[in-house]
């Protein structure tokens, strides 16, 4: 089996995969501060829930935003799993993708999955949105090539500074939707900004990438913990797909056995 951990500023993604196949998944609160052993004692429980053992793992694969997360898990891969853990973002990873941008060294490593993915199950010019505590837009050629993209920042960054830096307004629960673009009271009209504004955004940015990449006609993929929230506020995501990252890291572990 495979362990596949996506290190996010806000969320760790973790999955293990047999063979191909996704047997279990789970999203946990990223605590920069966790020890090794902290780790070791989170995921025995949640190992536990699923029937599975430590030494059930053969293979680690991680790819983390957070330095001192990704060598927390290295460290646990090592130490409880007793494997050796392919980390993405090293020298020594294979990923069969040209990076075509000023300075390839500079690339977020979950950004990097996300393409690999996309590509590998559209195989044609795409745009990669992901929806976590930043909100990016990543751009990959007809021919496979990783062309750069746009970073802005999340909801919840956005939700999180709009009730800080407000003496009057609240903060809100959006996962419930506003029932029209004109909002009657305070709350809707947060939410009327917050889900149809970013909808209107990552439209908006879109279409300028799309401009851009023309002639080639690029399909739209979503991915992260915010996509299916915010994707029916758009018209030009063609798919949601929440398991993109963890497909990368598997496709990854593959290419590099």
């Not at 991680?62 to 290295?74: D, H, N, Y």
């Not at 993915?117 to 496979?144: N, P």
């Amino acid at each position: 089996m495979l362990l596949a951990v996506d290190i996010g500023n806000t969320h760790m993604v973790i999955g293990v995969f047999t063979g191909s196949t996704l047997r279990c998944h789970w999203r946990v609160k990223t605590d920069k501060g966790s020890t090794v052993d902290e780790l070791a004692a989170i995921f025995h429980g949640l190992f536990t829930m699923e029937g599975l053992r430590f030494n059930d793992i053969s293979d680690t694969i991680i790819s983390s935003v957070v330095p001192t997360m990704q060598a927390a898990w290295a460290a646990f891969a090592t130490r409880y799993l007793k494997t050796v853990p392919l980390v993405i973002g090293g020298d020594a990873v294979q990923t069969s993708m040209p990076v075509r941008i000023d300075n390839p060294a500079e690339i977020g490593a979950d950004r990097l999955v996300n393409a690999v993915a996309a590509y590998d199950r559209f195989k044609c010019a795409l745009i990669v949105v992901d929806f976590g505590t930043a909100i990016t837009w990543d751009c990959v050629s007809d021919a496979g090539e990783y062309l750069g993209g746009a970073i802005a920042p999340g909801l919840s960054i956005a939700m999180e500074a709009l009730g800080n830096r407000t003496a009057k307004l609240p903060q809100v629960d959006i996962s419930t939707p506003p029932a029209a673009p004109i909002g009657t009271n305070t709350v809707a009209a947060i939410k009327s900004g917050i889900l149809f504004g970013y909808g209107g955004m990552v439209d908006g940015l879109i279409r300028r990438l799309r401009e851009q990449m023309a002639p080639a006609l690029p399909q739209t993929v979503a991915t992260g913990g915010m996509a299916t929230l915010i994707a029916p506020y758009t018209t030009s995501i063609d798919h949601v797909d929440p398991m993109l990252t963890l497909n990368g890291l598997r496709l990854l572990h593959e290419r590099n056995a």
